[in-house]
């Protein structure tokens, strides 16, 4: 079981930034990969970005270039840095955290970011 607590969202202006941070605590030794999803009322979660213990970094091709990702392992921690946002980044926001073996994923409760002027 792991277990993840998001924070850092809130309203901000369009060209603005907002970081997000995920700290997860319980079972974190089995952790394969961490990353954040974003989802919108009536729409699927989507993936914005994740980081594997080996270090390989995915973005979405809609935040490429605006939002960076990392990692600190001695604290368990993930955070995404958005940068330039738009409005279109509105949604709320989920960590997650992939174990392996089977493959399971767990979730933050979500945090909700406004990009509204």
């Known amino acids: 079981q792991v277990q993840l607590v998001e924070s850092g969202g809130g309203l901000v202006q369009p060209g603005g930034s907002l970081r997000l941070s995920c700290d997860a605590s319980?079972?974190?030794?089995?952790?394969?990969?961490m990353g954040w999803y974003r989802q919108v009322p009536g729409k699927q979660r989507d993936l914005v970005a994740s980081?594997?213990?080996?270090?390989?970094?995915t973005y979405a091709n809609s935040v490429k270039g605006r939002f960076t990702i990392s990692r600190d392992k001695s604290k368990n921690t993930v955070y995404l840095q958005m940068d330039s946002l738009k409005a279109e980044d509105t949604a709320d926001y989920y960590c997650n955290a992939r174990l392996c073996c089977p493959i399971t994923d767990y979730w933050g409760q979500g945090t909700q970011v406004t990009v509204s002027s």
């Open positions: 980081v594997t213990n080996g270090g390989t970094i």
């Open positions: 319980g079972s974190t030794v089995s952790i394969t990969r």
